[in-house]
């Protein structure tokens, strides 16, 4: 069985979060913020975790930062958590955008 999520964000509206330390430490871990030199990458991972949630079924039932985006040597995204999944992200202009595929 597959499961799939997407999520779409504009980069502007997390630019305006990110510069609150709160948001930050709500939704990203410390790895993804030393990961991160842009709002683009922000935003990505940010529609990468809403992407998972939506996937999982599961709703926003804790904080986003409880879900771990790294990236493997060869730049790809990956959820430690999951291993049986896949994320993309991409973006253009002023969006952001991400798609997750979990399968059993």
């Known amino acids: 069985m ?3 999520g997407t999520d779409i964000i ?5 630019e305006k979060s990110i510069k609150k330390q709160s ?8 790895n ?8 683009q990458n922000y935003a ?3 529609a990468a ?14 904080q986003l930062n409880s ?3 790294l990236h493997k040597d060869s730049g790809e995204p990956y ?11 991409s973006h253009d202009g002023d969006y952001a955008i991400a798609a997750v595929i979990i399968w059993e």
């Open 49 to 62: 975790k809403e992407a998972l949630v939506k996937a999982l079924g599961i709703g926003i039932d804790r």
């Open 2 to 4: 597959f499961k799939i």
């Open 44 to 46: 990505g991972l940010f």
């Open 67 to 69: 879900y771990e985006v």
């Open 79 to 89: 959820f430690p958590q999951f291993e049986n999944s896949s994320v993309s992200i």
């Open 10 to 14: 504009q980069i502007s509206r997390i």
């Open 23 to 30: 948001f930050l430490n709500c939704v990203y871990t410390e």
């Open 32 to 39: 993804e913020r030393e990961y991160c030199k842009s709002p």
